[in-house]
């Protein structure tokens, strides 16, 4: 049973080790190439991935190849599908409609400012004003497929209520030659301050930037958002400083996700390139630079990749990838009862086996009968003087067949077979009967021995 039992064991460890051997050299090893998915001509999705791609292409000797799109929501459904490994998402484009089972997140990346450009030459506030004005006014959101678009939705949604503004998907290119031509009243850009769509909307000379009435009440509506400052003068100076004030609107912050089966290894070194000082320096990404990983681990909607978790907490970082544990589990629980089920159907088929055949115990409890027959046999042939003698052969004989039965049986045997139980306990009836019976005719003789003396 032991031999069979390890015979098992063995041909699981030939199977299961090299499948594992395989599993933690893909865990270990970087890629030969990897897939970024970009953004949009003119926002920063597109320049911090290709900063990130050229940085791992020259520091790692990896090949990347970038998918141009039209941003998260686009981003998000690649990275899904496994079509693409790396890209930026807003937070805010996630819901119950878009599949994500398969994404995982990185970091926080930098702080994605809704701005709101409004034409110079309109005189009411087109979020809050006049019901009839607010209704003639074109309002440009952004590209579907794209963050802006999900985002310039949910805020027109907010403020519209009854009034609805005529919306309109633009691309940057499309935005900035509307406020040119007078063909767009106002504009909702989603993007990190420094991107050059902001810019070039600024340099039109045609457009103004509106504060967000009623953004912290948005906010506590919208979790995913908070409070932001874009200090005036910021886009320019001199001779019109744009803008002209403080803006208080709103701001989200851009994600960097991945998908679950990609290397923890790469994306424990996508984390290192992303967070070290030069490149958060020379990118402009001052959030992420200052806040450290508590910015970046801020506020996550998706759960984080392992290679991330190893990045932040380098002393939890296990042998094996905890993902690579969770979608083998059903594999290896298959394999552990295929086991358990070969050692219950080689122990009940030993079992029969052995029910066929003579029990070890069959000879000694075959002589206990007839020892006992004998015995009782000696009470029918009447009194000849020789009961003692034969009475104690008999009670010698039955410890000798106790003892050897004892030496013959281990431990484990007297625990589960239930014949050495009854063996025991005939033996020990048959003693205790044969002695009492021997004290019986020891009496009896020496009440006989005295009579003949007293006579």
């Keep these: 049973m032991r031999r069979i039992f390890y015979i098992i064991t063995l041909l699981a460890v030939l199977v299961l080790v090299p499948f594992g051997i395989q599993q933690l050299i893909q865990y270990r090893q970087l890629p030969n190439t990897i897939i970024i998915a970009t953004g949009k001509e003119g926002g920063r999705y597109k320049v911090i991935a290709e900063a990130i791609g050229n940085k791992i292409e020259s520091e790692y000797d990896i090949k990347v190849e970038y998918r141009k799109t039209l941003g998260a929501q686009d981003n998000i459904k690649l990275v899904q599908e496994g079509e693409a490994d790396f890209a930026l998402i ?12 398969d994404v995982r997140l990185i970091a926080n990346v930098f702080p994605e400012v809704v701005l709101a450009h409004v034409r110079k030459d309109i005189d009411y506030d087109p979020f809050i004003g006049d019901t009839e004005l607010r209704k003639k006014t074109l309002a440009a959101i952004g590209e579907p497929g794209s963050g802006d678009a999900i985002t310039g939705r949910t805020i027109l949604d907010y403020y519209d209520g009854d009034s609805s503004m005529i919306r309109k998907n633009d691309g940057y290119s499309e935005i900035i030659r509307g406020f040119k031509n007078g063909e767009v009243d106002l504009a909702i850009v989603t993007t990190e301050e420094n991107a050059t769509v902001q810019k070039e909307i600024a340099d039109t000379g045609k457009t103004k930037l509106l504060n967000l009435p009623f953004a912290e009440s948005f906010v506590d509506k919208n979790p995913d958002f908070h409070m932001h400052k874009v200090p005036k003068g ?5 001779p019109n400083p744009y ?7 709103i701001a989200v912050n851009a994600q960097l996700i991945t998908n679950s089966e990609v290397s923890a290894f790469m994306v424990t070194t996508v984390a290192e390139v992303m967070m070290d000082p030069e490149f958060l320096s020379s990118n402009k990404l001052t959030d992420l630079r200052f806040g450290g990983n508590n910015y970046a681990r801020a506020n996550p909607s998706l759960p984080f990749h392992s290679g991330a978790d190893h990045f932040y907490d380098p002393e939890i970082k296990p042998l094996l990838n905890p993902d690579f544990v969770d979608s083998t589990e059903s594999l290896r629980s298959f394999f552990v009862s295929i086991l358990i089920a070969l050692y219950l159907i080689v122990r009940w088929f030993r079992a029969r086996s052995r029910l066929k055949q003579e029990h070890h115990l069959d000879k000694y409890l075959r002589r206990l009968l007839e020892i006992e027959q004998e015995q009782v046999e000696l009470d029918e042939s009447g009194t000849n003087g020789d009961e003692v003698v034969v009475l104690e052969d008999l009670l010698d004989e ?6 050897e039965a004892l030496v013959s049986f281990s431990a484990n045997e007297f625990r589960d077979d239930s014949g050495a139980e009854c063996f025991l306990l005939l ?14 005719q020891k009496l ?12």
Excluded: H, W
């Design 243 to 249: 803008p002209k004030e403080d803006i208080q609107t």
């Design 444 to 455: 009896c003789r020496q009440i006989a021995d005295l009579g003949d003396k007293l006579s």
């Design 234 to 238: 910021f886009y320019s100076v001199f």
């Design 427 to 440: 033996s020990n009836s048959l003693s205790e009967k044969i002695n009492a019976k021997l004290t019986r």
């Design 90 to 101: 807003q937070p805010n484009v996630i819901n119950e409609s878009v599949k994500r089972t």
């Design 398 to 403: 039955v410890t000798k067949l106790r003892r």
